[in-house]
C-alpha cells in the first residue's frame, strides 16, 4: 500500500486522514499466516515538528482452528500502531523501536509495516467464541455441537464448587 503525501505536506493542514482496503500480495506470507487477502488500514497523519507521525490502525480476518473446540474459524483482529514517517533513513538510529517510513517522491509505502504488524498481532491462542463449551475430554464430541453422556459433560468441576459459593 503506498500513499501519496504530497499534497497533505504542500498544505496547510495538520492532519490527515486515510482509510482504505488493502490487498495482501503476498502468497508466502498469506499462506504462513491463513490470512484474508483483504484488510482495512485507518491512518492518521500528524504533522510533528520535521517529522510526520502516523498512527494506524489495521483490520484483518484469518483462519485458525479454536483453542478450545478445534473447529477452524474465521478471526478478526484490529491492531493500531504508531510510525514517523521521514525524509531519510539515520543509520545509526538502528537500535530504536520506532518504526520509520521513508518518504519517497511524497510517498510511502507501508507493505512491510502492515505485514509486521499483522505478525505481531495474531494471538497464539484463539477461541471462536466467549462461551466455547470445548470438547468433551472423555469422548472428544464437539459440546457446541451436541451433548454427550459422559460423566462431567465438560463442565469444570471447579467451576461447580463455585456455583455452589455464590448460591450462599
Ligand atoms: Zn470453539
Ligand atoms: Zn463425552
Known amino acids: 500500500m503506498i500513499i501519496n503525501l504530497n ?3 504542500s498544505s496547510a493542514e495538520i492532519s490527515f ?3 482504505d482496503n ?3 500480495d503476498d502468497e508466502d506470507f498469506l499462506e504462513k499466516t491463513h490470512l484474508n ?10 504533522k510533528v515538528e520535521d517529522s510526520i507521525l502516523l498512527t494506524g490502525i489495521i483490520k ?5 482452528d479454536c483453542a478450545r473446540c478445534l473447529t477452524e474459524f474465521e478471526n478478526t483482529i484490529r491492531t493500531k500502531f504508531e510510525a514517523f514517517v521521514v525524509k531519510k533513513q539515520d543509520d545509526d ?3 530504536s523501536d520506532e518504526i520509520k517510513l521513508v518518504l519517497k517522491d511524497g510517498c510511502v509505502n507501508l507493505d512491510e509495516t502492515i505485514k509486521q504488524m499483522i505478525y505481531l498481532s495474531m494471538p497464539m491462542k484463539s477461541v471462536c467464541k466467549a462461551d466455547c463449551k470445548g ?3 472423555t469422548c472428544g464430541v464437539n459440546l457446541n455441537v451436541e451433548k454427550c453422556k459422559c460423566q462431567n459433560n465438560g463442565t469444570d468441576p471447579r467451576f461447580d464448587k463455585l456455583k455452589n459459593l455464590l448460591k450462599d
Not at 487477502?37 to 500528524?46: L, P, R, S
Not at 484483518?60 to 485458525?64: A, D, S
Open 60 to 64: 484483518y480476518t484469518y483462519k485458525v
Open 135 to 137: 470438547i468433551c475430554p
Open 93 to 95: 538510529d538502528n537500535e
Open 22 to 24: 488493502f490487498i495482501i
Open 7 to 9: 499534497k497533505f505536506l
Open 17 to 19: 486522514n486515510f482509510e
Open 37 to 46: 487477502k483483504a484488510i482495512v488500514f485507518n491512518g492518521d497523519f500528524f
